[in-house]
């Protein structure tokens, strides 16, 4: 996933003034939604696992699905791009986020992003995503079929998201910070009302 122009709108949760907890907790201004277990929601997570850091969201994925219990509203999918057969997902989930690689912002490799819906611009030119179809694309697509849910970006800036030859793993900046991203993917489903709970 490219960086939407000028950065408008994306929040970078490890440089956030107010520190981490102002992006991957529930302040007490914004009160986090009440679990509803009637409402659904889907996350891709992003990648090739084969191309390094381009693999950081299926590594999230890998973590969340070891460390939490996922509860029946919320289904997690390890995805190599974003396709149009997950339009069916916009039209049944309250909630969609994606989890993806980030270049070209400008910041350290493992800096994490939350990008608001504002923010998915569409990108084009020299930093050209590797995941061709983004998130506001399928938005685009699912709203000429009457579908509609609300959309998040997760996505950390990468290292080496193109190696020369396969390679799987992260470069250690990214793989220091895979944590924080995790984290960052938990509090926002929580914040939206899906909250995970931690296996013993």
Do not use: W
């Not at 569409?122 to 061709?132: N, Y």
């Not at 009457?146 to 998201?161: F, K, R, S, T, W």
């Not at 793989?175 to 993917?185: K, M």
Request: glycine share 8%; with cysteine; charged share 20%.
């Amino acid at each position: 996933m490219s960086a939407p122009d000028g950065e408008r709108g994306a929040r970078p949760v490890a440089n956030a003034p107010e520190g981490v907890a102002d992006v991957t907790a529930c302040p007490a201004r914004k009160a986090c939604a009440a679990p509803d277990p009637s409402r659904t929601a889907a996350v891709f997570f992003v990648g090739n696992r084969l191309m390094l850091d381009d693999g950081v969201g299926p590594a999230a994925y890998d973590e969340i699905v070891a460390a939490y219990d996922i509860p029946d509203n919320v289904t997690l999918l390890d995805v190599g791009c974003m396709a149009l057969d997950m339009l069916s997902y916009v039209d049944r989930c309250d909630l969609i986020l994606t989890v993806d690689a980030v270049d070209g912002t400008g910041d350290a490799p493992g800096t994490v992003y939350r990008f608001e819906p504002e923010a998915m611009a569409r990108h084009s030119g020299p930093e050209a995503s590797l995941h061709d179809l983004k998130l506001v694309d399928l938005f685009d697509a699912a709203s000429l079929m009457g579908y509609e849910a609300e959309g998040y970006c997760l996505g950390m800036q990468v290292g080496n998201p193109s190696p020369e030859q396969f390679c799987v793993g992260l470069t250690p900046e990214c793989a220091a910070a895979l944590p924080l991203l995790v984290e960052t993917v938990v509090a926002e489903l929580s914040r939206r009302g899906f909250p995970l709970t931690r296996k013993d």
